[in-house]
């Protein structure tokens, strides 16, 4: 099993930058893909990003790519989501998952662990 918790969110101004992290405990992450995937209000889950198990390569939804840079880090057990140039349309709950790497990262049944969510807000 593995636990994951996301931390970082909060409230920003429009342009602002915020960087998540999400920490794993349990079992190495060093095996597993992860992903970060965001819900807004009314909204279905959506993918934002995804890196391999050793950070070689990484993906991007297109309404993110060239703002936000995922990374990690499997000697700390930790990915990150370094996000900059906020907009409104970023505001939604992010969520830090791992799975089996997979041809589909894009989707959220691909992967088996979550963590709760943190919340970032984008004011304007």
């Known amino acids: 099993q593995v636990q994951l918790v996301e931390s970082g969110g909060g409230l920003v101004q429009t342009g602002g930058s915020l960087r998540l992290s999400c920490a794993a405990s349990?079992?190495?992450?060093?095996?597993?893909?992860m992903g970060w995937f965001r819900q807004a209000p009314g909204k279905e889950r959506e993918f934002v990003a995804a890196?391999?198990?050793?950070?070689?390569?990484?993906k991007y939804a297109s309404s993110v790519k060239g703002r936000f840079t995922i990374s990690r880090d499997n000697s700390k057990n930790t990915m990150w989501l370094q996000m900059n140039s906020l907009k409104s349309d970023d505001t939604a709950v992010y969520y830090c998952?791992?799975?089996?790497?997979?041809?589909?990262?894009?989707?959220?049944?691909?992967?088996?662990?979550w963590g709760q969510g943190t919340q970032v807000t984008v004011s304007s």
């Open positions: 349990g079992r190495t992450l060093s095996t597993y893909a």
């Open positions: 998952a791992a799975g089996s790497e997979s041809y589909y990262y894009y989707d959220p049944r691909s992967y088996d662990y």
């Open positions: 890196i391999n198990w050793s950070g070689g390569s990484t």
